[in-house]
Structure formats: C-alpha cells, structure tokens
C-alpha cells in the first residue's frame, strides 16, 4: 500500500477507499476496543471535513476561444485586428472590450497568459484539458470532475456530485474507468428542471413499484445478483433518491427573483451559470457549464463579440454572487477551453487553432486576484515569460481544491494512475 497525503488502499479496478471511508469503517470498532480516542480521530477527519466544503465551476468554452478577443488583447500590434483594449479594476491590466462586466470585477480573477500545449485537435485537446492526459487506446482517462467528485464528494448532498450544463458538443469524456458512479448527471436546457425527474404517480406508489423491480431483478438468484444488475439496481437508486429529494429545486432556477435572474442576463449559459450557483449552494461539489461556438475559423471578430456578450454579465455576476455569500474562497471558478486561436488573422477574418499560447481565468478557491501570469511577446505568438503546462494547471487545480494529485485509482488494465502525471502547481497563484 503507498501512501500519500490522502491515504488510499486499493480492493478492485477502478476504485479506492479513501481516509473518509476507511476511518468509518474503523471508527467503531476502533472507539469501542479503546485504541481510539475522539479526539484522535476527529483530528484525523479534520482534514477531510475541510475537503467537503470545496466546489469547483468550470466554465468551458467548447472550441477553442480567441485568447485576443478576451483576456489577452493585443490592441497595437497587426495580429491584435479590430478587438480593442479595456482596462480593468486592477491598474495595468486590460483585458479585451467584449468583457466590460468582467473588467469590473478583475480583482477576483487571475489571468494565465502563458498556458502552452502540444495538441491542436478538438477531440485530443479536448480530452486533455478535461483529463490531463492525452487520449489512449487502452485506458479511457476519467474527467476532472469525475475526479474531484471521487475525491471530495459532499455525500450529505442527494443530488448528482457532478453537473454537466449544455450541450457538452465534441466533448465525450467521462468518468472513463472510474466507472458509472462518478459520471456527469447532465442538464441539456438549464432554464427549466431536468427532464424525466417528477413523478409521475404518487410517492408511496413509486416506492412499492422500486421494491417490486428489486424483487424482480434479483429473483432467481438467490439474493446474490450479478455485477450488472447490482449496477442497474444502484443506479435506479440513486435515481430515486435524487428525485425524491426536496433538493431538487435546486435545479429551478425560477425559485430564484426576477431581479436575480435578471443580474445574470439572458441565455442558456446564463441561465447554466445561476444554476451552477445554486447547485453548489445545495451541496454539488463539481458543476461544468459548456458554451459552444468558439471555433471561428471565419468571420472571428463578430463571433467572439456575441459570444463574449454571452460570457461577460454571467460569468461576473456569478464571481459577484459567490463572493456575497462567502462562497468564493470555497469555489474554484475555471474558465478555459481546449486551445488558443491563431495570431494570424486568416483569408476569411478568422482564427485558427493554437495551442502554443493561449489564456485560463481563474477565480475563488483560494486563488489571489487582481494578476496576471505570464506573457506573451508583441505579436502573440510565443510564450515569453512564465510557460504553464496542462499537468501544471491540474496541480494548480488539485491545490485550489485541496486534492493529493500524487492519489492513484487502478485502470481497467490494472496500472494504477495518478490524479495528475507530473507537473508542479503555479505557486503565484496562491500567494
């Protein structure tokens, strides 16, 4: 058994029993044979009671968006284009015009200009900006929400740990060989409650209907099912409890006042981003909201200006929203997508992929606003100060959220793997 800050032992493929779990099956035993003291082992818990109250949004733009036409305009050069500079709350810092609400509220937000990769294929970098690792034929690498949900799940919350909002687009990762467990619960339409979640009969009606499926689906085998039907009868579980719940109006969004929702603006990512506040209010520890559209291969300029129109209220109004509730320090906020756009503005006004050098904002988690991290040179297309690989974003995420990166799961093809393969987290984010 290896040991790491978060002690792990493994039993079977695709799982491990962490600290949490292994000091509640001790615990009695332990307290009543005198070996264990409350206190000792409400210090050991400390340290997981703390994990429980963090959260992560991530906010991801499907596509790769412009990093000009955002967080790093380059208004007096020629590959900067039309897209012109504002400045922000923090003296010295501009960011591009599109973002006025978020120009406001730069104080929270840390920019990374310096992010650099390899990988310029939408379903390749997609994968690895949502997993950390490239894509493999033998082991299908679980998502960072999935991780994080494994990891720090708020298990007094009875809604899904993980929350996908939109239409996820090229994006197909998934918990990979974590298994069902740790999937994303998703919500096509974040205006109204999921679909297929109210009953459609009365609760006492429901429940015998749940006892009668359990009986069939174990008859015949005398109370030893196999894996899948253990699976199935889980899920139908987990199910029931979630929309049996009176957390469920969480997912409302129209609970909340005409001004509240109004401070968000208009749209679905709006509409995703108060959700993704709700939900974790409620106890979600890991809420992803996907905005599509930013491939502008043509016609850049006014793609990127509708699109950050979309981003700029919600995303501020939400950093705004957290922070009044004191839920800021406690949520990390990730706004990022799979690449860059090219420097070069192309024959039909567009931008291409690059990933050489492109931009992530970050907010709340513990993360010091009001800076930026590295830079690029005159003309955008060169990292020059600074350079953040993706296995160091994830050790920056893993820091924020306080999750041991260095924690392994066994793969289906029984190599254990790390939260994180290398890297080491941008300390300056913190500091």
Not at 6 to 26: E, Y
Not at 36 to 53: E, I, K, V, Y
Not at 126 to 149: C, D
Not at 376 to 400: H, I, M, W
Request: charged residues 20%; aromatic residues 6%; proline residues 4%.
């Amino acid at each position: 058994m290896k040991l790491h800050r978060q002690t792990h032992v493994r039993l079977r493929r695709g799982s491990v029993v962490g600290r949490r779990d292994f000091l509640r099956g001790i615990s009695a035993a332990s307290l009543a044979a005198g070996t264990l003291g409350w206190h000792d082992l409400l210090t050991s818990q400390a340290a997981d009671l703390q994990n429980r109250g963090m959260a992560c949004i991530l906010l991801w733009m499907q596509g790769g968006p412009s990093q000009f036409e955002t967080f790093s305009p380059k208004p007096r050069h020629a590959n900067g284009g039309e897209t012109k500079a504002i400045s922000t709350s923090v003296p010295g810092i501009q960011i591009a015009e599109h973002l006025p609400n978020l120009a406001e509220v730069m104080d929270d937000v840390a920019i990374i200009r310096s992010m650099t990769s390899r990988e310029g294929s939408h379903p390749r970098a997609t994968s690895l900006l949502h997993t950390g690792y490239l894509p493999t034929a033998s082991i299908k690498y679980p998502t960072f929400g999935s991780l994080v949900t494994q990891q720090i799940t708020n298990e007094a919350c009875e809604l899904p740990s993980f929350v996908r909002v939109g239409n996820p687009g090229r994006n197909r990762t998934s918990a990979g060989f974590l298994g069902v467990d740790y999937d994303a619960f998703a919500v096509t339409r974040s205006g109204q409650p999921p679909a297929n979640s109210r009953l459609g009969v009365g609760e006492n009606r429901f429940r015998r209907r749940l006892n009668l499926l359990d009986q069939l689906q174990t008859s015949g085998t005398d109370g030893q099912s196999d894996g899948y039907v253990q699976d199935h009868l889980a899920l139908y579980r987990k199910a029931s409890k979630m929309i049996l719940s009176p957390q469920m109006e969480a997912f409302d969004i129209s609970k909340e006042s005409q001004q509240v929702r109004e401070s968000y603006g208009e749209g679905n990512f709006a509409s995703g981003c108060l959700l993704a506040r709700r939900l974790v209010e409620s106890g979600v520890t890991f809420v992803e909201v996907v905005l599509n559209g930013w491939d502008t291969h043509q016609d850049n300029f006014t793609r990127v200006k509708e699109l950050g129109g979309q981003i700029d209220q919600p995303m501020a109004q939400l950093i705004r929203d957290l922070k009044e509730r004191g839920m800021l320090d406690s949520t990390l906020i990730i706004w990022m997508g799979e690449f860059g756009r090219t420097p070069k503005i192309n024959a039909r006004t567009g931008r291409d992929h690059f990933p050489r050098a492109f931009n992530v904002a970050l907010a709340g988690g513990g993360v010091r606003g009001g800076q930026v991290i590295g830079a690029t040179n005159a003309a955008g297309d060169e990292v020059t100060d600074r350079p953040v690989g993706v296995t160091d974003l994830f050790q920056s995420f893993c820091k924020s959220l306080k999750i041991d990166a260095d924690a392994e799961n066994m793969s289906s093809v029984g190599r254990p793997i790390t939260v994180v393969d290398g890297g080491e987290p941008v300390n300056e984010l913190f500091s």
